[in-house]
């Protein structure tokens, strides 16, 4: 492809369409509300690249990447993963508990509290696959109505057997200094998390499009009476794929708990809404994986930028939000557009 | 230990879900899949306070909330009914936009974020104040009774009358509707529309009714609840209308299980647990249904 | 402010940076906190910048976009800023830090911290409570079951208990996905706990208070409000309130700093006056609280206000167990 | 003068002339048949006809008048009905409802409930279609489903009947039942358009008879005056090539598909087959016979292991294997829904069950797929724009090209194929039997389940007919439709 012909399919390519779209949008909305959008957008891109911002980004990037493969991965098999909250918590809080209770050797006390924080993620999603293949009750309200019970016990575990005796907050004592992420260059926020999270992502679309099991994966997604057919064990597929994204969940929980504070705070894993933030996401992508990366990046930038907005120019990190839901919604008129068109 | 304000709390809880269920069952009839339900739902809220805190009155908050949630669905059935863009996909999107419109919003118009309440907010009347003497109804908004009774009005209307009809038909077979003359996407359109009014109502109870105030994402999971009463219902009105109780059951529930010393992580999961036991039991039941009418 | 306009070229060399846990919203406390602040800067001619985060990761992010804006003073509030203050004042030595409502754990000598023996005013609040209660059962709805909301929850009874042994005390946590202003599910809590024959409510759920506010009002029972007066939120339904006068302190603190005496830890009391009840005040008569119909009930309050100030009655200190 | 004319009507899909300037006219009370290869444009003509699609040029003219129809209902109105070939029903409403809906009796306000009961009652008993108006539409088998959507054009007062394809669900007896009632309706006056595929229907029942190649009409004939050979030169363009005889010599060899004494409970503990036992050897086809729900399904699911390892079948003398055994080809009737994933391309299609194959270790090489993708296509003469295309976008003849290319190529010594040319021109149907021919030659024992009784005369051995989950008869591949229809309904001896 030439390269004005690769320029054009980009700018023309959807979520451009969408990004603009919903910054016109969100453009007139400062106007009508007397927003100064001058002010407000240097900030907005101020308060996620610049003046030492971007190690914030990249902190916020690489939980809210995990969580989108824990979304995407799943939707590949059909499954709708909606309680990324629950194992997120419940691989926060387990790697946590594995890093103050057993005395690890160096390297290990990292490696072993990240493994078994994406095994608890996995157990947690997995239980929504036999509830869809043999009961029929859809993941999309089963893996949602698991998650808050999930969470509760996180929190639960947070405020009494690992809490921090003798302070005002639900918390569990900092983790053993073994159990650090190892960071990065100077900084705390720039740790290994990203280099994993970015080698797991290639290896997720590598399985995808070019292995026998990510095939079977999106043959049962696309069809599954056909995939069985076929002799793909779909309840196996399935069940696998909940887990594999309950197990990515997880590990983006245990991530955040490694990394500074080092910690697991009741609430600090969920309350940034990294969950929807990556279904958003991976929604914007449209079902193509190798642009979720891209996406995550996008919402993540807002996300983070929203809060220098806020300091800098006075304008509430909240229209961010109003950003991303424009967004989603382009998009997805624009994909029908799309399929309408003559081939 | 059964109680009158146990009941009443049970009602309570149970009325903004009822209410967004409601709208979710029509959608589901149609054969809209609405999650967008609990975006829905605060939207309404914070349009009833807005307005309620205008005007000073509660009625003009609970129009303009159905009016207004009216408007967002018509963002919903826009995309997804005309242009037949994923439901799935808009609603999440809308879901977000309401979160983030009514942060927003809730800063320039009051000032400040997290909770806005003040004596100028005029909330619904309760019914108790209108002469009504019954023991669990006395304390509830007149929304309450309202919710009740749309259950049994839309029960009759799907199976007695002809748009009731002809909604059943257009949720079971798009094409075979379109084929019989039926217009569809009209029913479809209608439909959401409904479901934001119904929505609305639920915001108002829910800001108005329940409490007199707005705050940051209140609806807090409501909006799912409804959604999974649905699935629950079977399309079915009364069967949507005990899902939703179960619910409301639940949580009431919940607050028991603290007192009796349960901690409140254990309260905040009983509703979802419960929820989630009476689906796999209904699962479990239906299969089992299944097995005797073929015996 | 319009009033520095004379400064707007040379931006002002004096300047405060105030950064909250959660949004202020309604939030009393964190109301008070900015009002502090801003009293303290316009006393002092400095300029004033409010960041509110939105969860616990923004708040490093906050306090790392205070210490490039360097400001005079950098203050925090709450507990949520432990682990925060405990690395970035050692880190920018020559920042001036101040932490209201908690202290970090490895104290550097440029943060300051100013904290509340907030229990003392809920136990006097407790003993109102104990001799107002006809059923004998008083509750506390909170918003979260953290350690430090049980320094609003135990003394409460402790100091009913004091008055009327037989009183017994129930606890409810709003919880579910938005604790801190849930006003529906606070609402629900405080109707369980009076359909339960419980009278008094110590409301201690942030922005869910008015929905425990409500509850009372529609069952004839009464409630206590918290940090400032809220007892006009709900005209002849609140008895009192658990006061603390979080703005007083850190004005103090702010101007101490501003003054060049760094660090240290200040602790308010109900002797130093930086926590108490409305009963205790000169103004009761005005403030709409209920108490004032009851004077046998302030004397009461201020005769324990004055053994606790005299050492006479220790109030134990949920935290400390 | 014409109950219904197209005049001229061309229609254009992007590059895929669909239709190009057709003219058919029907007269009042006569059944015309419209036949055609898959792909003619059969289904676009009935469909600008009915108001689904708009023609590019030309126009529909009813009694003379010329119309324009926008939308379905615009059809209803100027008395035109439609059955399609996948029905338009409503599963959860009842028959009266589901024939009523559109056009409901309301007294008021209220749907009137007895008043549509009735209406149903009287038009079934006037032109004999019996169904019973209160029962649920969902429960109903095939053939009393399409009365149902005859009758729901009937009530809406249709002039002009389009029927799709209609036989092509059919069971022999259902298909004469069909039959007599449109030859009924016509008699009142109906004028019927009749699709299909199946010339010996054509000539049994069509009174004129209109044949479409590539868009354009290619012959207009009478039918008492015509014959099937006729017919298939002016669709595709040649003569087929007459049938093989059949082998005189039976097969030889150990059975490679062997089944004992199989009984097949249903969920519910109902049992679905019975004792079923027979034996196919290399180089045998076994037919398949039966009314819809004898227990066809269960038998070939059993077969092909989808239905768990269920005692009692045997793949040269061992047990079955559970899931999919790969040592069985299957060629399932759902196209859509179970033979491929329609939004995948062909080569990922093609690809179902040779994925461990033709990966090395975890790696399932790219090029590799596209490359035996492209060999089959050549080899199976498929036309596709590009392996990459979705094999949704492909017509039905084609993805069932894609389908036999998949399974006979595995290395199975045992197929089984259900209603193999269901829905498929003659040109296809032709090359499917001989790929079935060829792989019998080759050894395979073939299972062959077909509820075209012409079918199974042309290809079987052997014809076992199910009734009930039993094996009640068994004939010679030679045996008359005769025999085999009544004991398709049960009756032995
Ligand atoms: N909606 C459509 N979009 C694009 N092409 C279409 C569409 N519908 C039909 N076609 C194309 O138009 C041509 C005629 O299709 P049509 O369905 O009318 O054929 P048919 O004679 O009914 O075939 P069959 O015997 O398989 O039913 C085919 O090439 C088909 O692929
Ligand atoms: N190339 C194509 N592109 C897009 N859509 C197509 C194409 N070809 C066919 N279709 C659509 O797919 C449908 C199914 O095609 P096919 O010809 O296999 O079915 P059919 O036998 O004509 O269906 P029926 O007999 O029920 O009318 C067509 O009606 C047409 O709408
Ligand atoms: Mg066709
Ligand atoms: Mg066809």
């Given amino acids: 492809m030439s390269a004005p012909a690769l320029t054009r399919r980009v700018i023309a390519s959807a979520p451009v369409v969408a990004l603009v779209g919903a910054l016109g949008l969100t453009t007139l909305v400062m106007l009508v509300v007397g927003v100064d959008p001058t002010l ?25 990447l995990g969580m989108a493969l824990a979304f995407a991965l799943p939707l590949r098999a059909g499954e709708f993963n909606l309680g990324g909250d629950g194992q997120l918590a419940m691989g926060g809080v387990t790697a946590a508990a594995l890093a103050l209770l057993v005395p690890l050797p160096p390297g290990v006390a990292v490696v072993l509290p990240l493994a078994a924080g994406a095994v608890a993620g996995g157990l947690v999603a997995v239980v929504a696959a036999p509830l869809s293949t043999r009961l029929g009750i859809p993941a999309i309200v089963s893996t949602l109505l698991i998650s808050a019970p999930a969470v509760s016990l996180a929190s639960y575990l947070v405020r009494f057997p690992l809490a921090e005796p003798n302070t005002g907050i639900a918390q569990t004592p900092p983790l053993p200094e073994a159990a650090h ?93 990294y969950t929807f933030t990556a279904v958003a996401a991976v929604l914007l992508a449209s079902a193509r994986p190798v642009v979720v990366p891209l996406t995550v ?25 109003i950003v991303q839901g424009l967004i989603i919604v382009i998009v997805a008129v624009l994909a029908t557009l799309r399929a309408r068109r003559p081939r | 230990m059964f109680e009158w304000s146990f009941l009443a709390g049970v009602l309570t809880a149970t009325a903004p879900v009822l209410l967004a269920a409601l709208g979710g069952l029509l959608c589901q009839v149609a054969g809209v899949f609405n999650i967008a339900l609990e975006g829905q739902l605060l939207w309404g809220a914070f349009v009833a306070v807005v307005v309620s805190d205008l005007t000073g009155s509660a009625w003009t908050g609970v129009v303009g909330a159905v009016a207004a949630t009216v408007l967002f669905s018509a963002l919903l059935s826009g995309p997804s009914v005309a242009l037949r863009a994923d439901p799935i996909v808009v609603a999440v999107g809308l879901n977000l936009l309401a979160l983030g419109l009514t942060a927003f919003l809730m800063r320039q118009i009051f000032g400040s974020g997290g909770t806005y309440s003040s004596p100028d907010l005029a909330g619904l009347p309760d019914l108790g104040e209108l002469g009504v003497d019954v023991p669990v109804l006395r304390d509830q908004s007149p929304l309450v009774p309202v919710a009740l009774l749309l259950v049994v009005v839309m029960a009759a209307w799907l199976t007695r009358t002809r748009s009731g009809l002809r909604l059943r038909a257009v949720g079971q077979h798009l094409d075979a509707a379109q084929a019989v003359g039926l217009r569809v996407s009209g029913y479809r359109h209608g439909v959401t529309l409904v479901a934001g009014a119904l929505c609305g109502l639920a915001g108002a109870q829910l800001s108005l009714g329940n409490v007199t105030l707005f705050s940051e994402g209140m609806s807090a999971g409501r909006g799912w609840i409804a959604v999974v009463a649905v699935m629950l219902s079977g399309v079915r009105p009364y069967r949507l209308l005990l899902a939703c109780l179960l619910f409301g059951v639940a949580e009431a529930f919940g607050f028991r299980l603290q007192g009796a010393g349960l901690p409140q992580q254990a309260a905040d999961a009983a509703p979802y647990v419960i929820t989630l036991a009476a689906l796999v039991l209904a ?5 089992r249904r299944r097995s005797y009418e073929h015996a | ?55 616990p990761t923004s708040i490093a992010q906050n306090v790392d976009a205070a210490v490039r804006a360097k400001p005079t003073v950098i203050v925090g509030i709450s507990f949520s800023f432990d682990d925060v203050f405990n690395t970035v004042p050692k880190a920018n030595p020559d920042q001036q830090f101040l932490q209201v409502d908690s202290c970090a754990k490895g104290q550097a000598p440029n943060l300051a911290c100013v904290s509340f023996k907030e229990h003392e005013a809920a136990y006097l609040a407790g003993v109102e409570a104990g001799l107002l209660s006809k059923s004998g059962q008083i509750g506390v709805v909170a918003a979260l079951d953290t350690p430090f909301i049980h320094r609003w929850i135990e003394p409460f009874f402790a100091g009913a208990t004091s008055v009327k042994p037989d009183a017994e005390g129930t606890p409810l946590y709003v919880g579910g996905s938005n604790p801190f202003s849930d006003p529906a599910r606070a609402k629900s809590q405080a109707q369980t706990l009076t359909g339960r024959g419980v009278d008094l409510i110590a409301a201690a759920a942030s922005g869910g208070n008015p929905g425990v506010f409500e509850a009372v009002a529609a069952s004839g029972g009464k409630a206590f409000g918290v940090d400032v007066n809220q007892c006009a939120l709900s005209p002849g339904n609140v008895v009192d309130n658990v006061l603390k006068h979080v703005d007083v302190a850190e004005n103090a603190a702010i101007k101490e700093i501003f003054g060049g005496k760094t660090g240290g830890v200040k602790v308010y009391g109900l002797a130093e006056g930086g926590v108490g009840v409305n009963a205790l005040d000169d103004d009761l008569a005005s403030s709409g609280c209920t108490v004032a119909a009851s004077p046998d009930v302030v004397a009461k309050v201020k005769q324990t206000r004055d053994d606790i100030v005299a050492g006479k009655i220790t109030v134990a200190d949920p935290l400390q167990s | 003068m014409y109950a219904a004319e197209l005049v001229g009507v061309t229609k254009r899909f992007g590059p895929v002339l669909a239709n190009d300037g057709i003219d058919l006219a029907v007269a009042r009370g006569e059944v015309h048949a419209v036949v055609g290869e898959n792909g003619a444009g059969k289904s676009t003509l009935m469909s600008i006809l009915y108001g689904l699609h708009r023609p590019d040029a030309g126009e529909v003219r009813r009694d003379g008048n010329r119309i324009v129809l926008r939308s379905p209902t615009d059809a209803i109105r100027h008395g035109l009905g439609m059955v399609h070939q996948r029905f338009r029903l409503f599963p959860g409403l009842t028959v009266a409802e589901n024939i009523v809906i559109g056009a409901e009796p309301v007294r008021n306000g209220r749907l009137d409930r007895a008043a549509a009961n009735e209406a149903v009652a009287a038009l079934s008993e006037r032109y004999g279609l019996r169904a019973d108006p209160s029962a649920l539409v969902g429960g109903l088998p095939v053939g009393v489903r399409q009365r149902v959507e005859i009758l729901r054009a009937l009530y809406r007062d249709a002039e002009v009947l389009i029927l799709d394809e209609p036989t092509a669900v059919l069971t022999p007896g259902e298909t004469d039942r069909l039959f007599e009632v449109l030859r009924t309706v016509a008699a009142t006056g109906v004028s019927i358009l009749l699709v299909t595929h199946k010339l010996s229907e054509v000539l049994a029942v069509g009174d004129r008879v209109t044949v479409l190649r590539q868009g354009r009409v290619t012959g207009r004939f009478t039918a008492s005056e015509t014959d099937a050979d006729e017919l298939v030169n002016a669709m595709i363009g040649r003569s087929l090539t007459p049938p093989v005889p059949r082998r005189a010599r039976p097969p030889v060899g150990d059975p490679l598909l062997e089944v004992r004494d199989l009984t097949v409970r249903d969920a519910d503990g109902v049992a679905r087959l019975s004792e079923v036992s027979f034996a196919v050897r290399p180089g045998e086809i076994v037919g398949l016979a039966g009314v819809a729900g004898s227990g066809q399904r269960e038998l070939v699911d059993s077969v092909t292991g989808l239905r768990g390892a269920v005692p009692g079948v045997f793949l040269a003398g061992t047990p079955v294997l559970a899931g999919r055994d790969p040592r069985v080809a299957y060629v399932p009737e759902d196209r859509h829904g179970r033979a491929t994933a329609p939004e995948m391309s062909v080569a990922e299609n093609v690809l179902m069950g040779a994925q461990r194959d033709l990966a090395s270790r975890w790696t399932l090489p790219r090029a590799r797929v596209r490359a035996r993708a492209r060999d089959l296509v050549d080899r199976f003469s498929i036309s596709a724009a590009s392996v990459d295309t979705p094999i949704g976008a492909l017509s039905g003849g084609n993805a069932q090209k894609a389908v036999l290319a998949r399974e006979l190529t595995r290395p199975s010594t045992v197929v089984v194929a259900e209603e193999p040319t269901q829905g498929v021109d003659v040109g296809v149907r032709e090359r499917v039997h001989a790929l079935l021919r060829t792989a019998r030659d080759e050894g395979a024992a073939i299972l062959l389940q077909s509820s075209e009784l012409s079918e199974l005369r042309d290809l079987a051995d052997r014809i076992l007919v199910l009734y009930e989950g039993r094996v009640i008869a068994e004939f010679p591949g030679d045996a008359t439709e005769t025999e085999l229809g009544r004991a398709m309904t049960g009756a032995t001896g």
């Fill in chain 1, 181 to 273: 992420l190892p960071a990065l260059g100077g900084s705390g926020y720039l740790t290994i998390g990203l280099p994993l999270i970015a080698v797991l992502t290639a290896l997720w679309l590598y399985a995808d499009g070019r292995t026998v099991l990510g095939y079977e994966i999106r043959a049962t997604g696309q069809n599954r009476e056909f995939a069985r057919y076929g002799g793909v064990k779909v309840d196996r597929v399935a069940a696998l794929a909940l887990a594999g994204g309950g197990a990515f969940a997880g590990l983006a929980g245990a991530l955040i708990v490694l990394g500074p504070p080092h910690r697991f705070v009741d609430g600090a894993l969920t309350a940034p809404g």
């Fill in chain 2, 283 to 287: 699962a479990v039941a239906r299969r």
């Fill in chain 1, 40 to 64: 407000a957008y240097p900030a907005l891109v101020r308060g996620a690249v610049l003046d030492g911002n971007l190690e914030y980004t990249i902190a916020a990037f690489v939980p809210t």
């Fill in chain 1, 297 to 321: 990046a996008l919402l993540t930038f807002l996300q983070v930028g929203g809060q220098g907005m806020e300091r800098e120019a006075g304008v509430p990190s909240q229209l961010t939000q």
């Fill in chain 3, 1 to 55: 402010g319009g009033e520095n306009a004379s400064e707007a070229e040379a931006p002002p060399a004096k300047s405060i940076i105030l950064i909250t846990p959660n949004p202020v919203g309604t939030n009393s406390f964190l109301q008070l906190g900015v009002k502090g602040a801003e009293a303290a800067a316009k006393e002092l001619g400095a300029s004033f910048k409010l960041y509110e985060s939105k969860d």
